[in-house]
């Protein structure tokens, strides 16, 4: 069984969320630093050009975005689930939320100048999707969005569960714990944003107690070597049902539609409701394939 490898970096709240998954399994997991800035060779070698952060490896498979972490880690390891209640649709949803809670807490952080300048430069370049020239003027209005959005964590919690969903942690959870961990990090004002929600600051304490499953490192040259020494996983196939009628076997680009818009191209392999995945072969790695979930990404003929 191959390895689980997370391409990361340790500041980088994606990255953050996809820990906290990994601490609720208690899998074992090697880490890969990548840099904060481009350029990211290594990275975008495996990935055919996708350079958001995180991204996990297994042997030749690579999965980009935290939900189709998500969802790749369950199906490796159906237990403890990361939807404790039973139910896998909303916790999914609830990503597009935590974007939202996310970007106050960022504008924060690079209104601020409490990032290091070449971060924030490289930030301005990739968040195309956000109006740094806003941020400044609108700082009080990020600082109660923060708020509020905390205060849903807050509603939450109100009738004693010790988690989101109940009991028992999962990915909603981590959903909700990357945005509030990322503006305890870069934003100095945050413990006063959110004093007085006694709820939500004992949530953070049994989030923070799960920790991060059992991490060791490796270089990113021998992630590399298990890749092009690996074969794909069996890929799962087209839909026939799938709106885009795209054939298996089609050259396509996947594309992110938020910001980081730069396409991967491969040879379509899986797409269904959940997920696309493309073949890339190369000198370097032989063949990979690259997956995606199918919330958030332009597929289209290359």
């Known amino acids: 069984m191959h390895v689980l490898i997370l391409h990361h970096f340790d500041a980088s709240p994606y990255a953050e969320k996809a820990r906290v998954l990994f601490g609720i399994k208690g899998l074992d997991w090697h880490s890969v630093q990548i840099p904060m800035v ?7 070698a495996l990935t055919g050009g996708y350079r ?6 297994v042997g030749a498979d690579v999965y980009c975005d935290t939900s189709c972490i998500a969802r790749e880690l369950e199906r490796r390891q159906p237990q403890p689930s990361l939807w404790p209640d039973g139910g896998a649709g909303l916790p999914f949803a609830l990503a597009g939320w935590g974007d939202r809670y996310f970007e106050p807490g960022a504008g924060l952080a690079m209104s601020l100048n409490e990032l290091p300048d070449d971060l924030l430069k490289d930030r301005r370049e990739f968040f195309t999707h956000m109006d740094f020239a806003s941020f400044g003027p609108r700082r009080a209005h990020l600082l109660s969005q923060v708020r509020a959005h905390a205060a849903l964590v807050e509603d939450q919690l109100a009738d004693g569960r010790a988690f989101l969903a109940g009991d028992r942690p999962g990915l909603v959870d981590a959903t909700a714990w990357y945005p509030l961990w990322m503006a305890r990090g870069y934003v100095a004002v945050t413990p006063a944003l959110v004093a007085g929600f006694e709820r939500l600051l004992a949530w953070e304490e049994r989030v923070r107690a799960i920790g991060h499953g059992t991490r060791s490192e490796i ?17 799962g ?16 680009t996947v594309t992110p539609d938020d910001y980081g818009k730069i396409p991967v191209e491969g040879e379509l392999v899986s797409l269904d409701a959940h997920e696309v995945a493309v073949l890339r072969r190369t000198d ?5 394939v690259v997956h995606f979930p199918r919330i958030g990404y332009l597929v289209e003929p290359a």
């Open 38 to 44: 481009s350029p990211k060779p290594d990275l975008t």
């Open 52 to 57: 958001k952060t995180p991204v996990l490896q």
């Open 219 to 235: 270089a990113a040259a021998d992630a590399l070597a298990l890749a092009r020494d690996a074969t794909p996983a069996a890929p």
């Open 237 to 252: 196939g087209v839909d026939p049902r799938d709106p885009l009628g795209i054939a298996a076997g089609t050259r396509v």
């Open 284 to 288: 370097a790695l032989g063949d990979v």
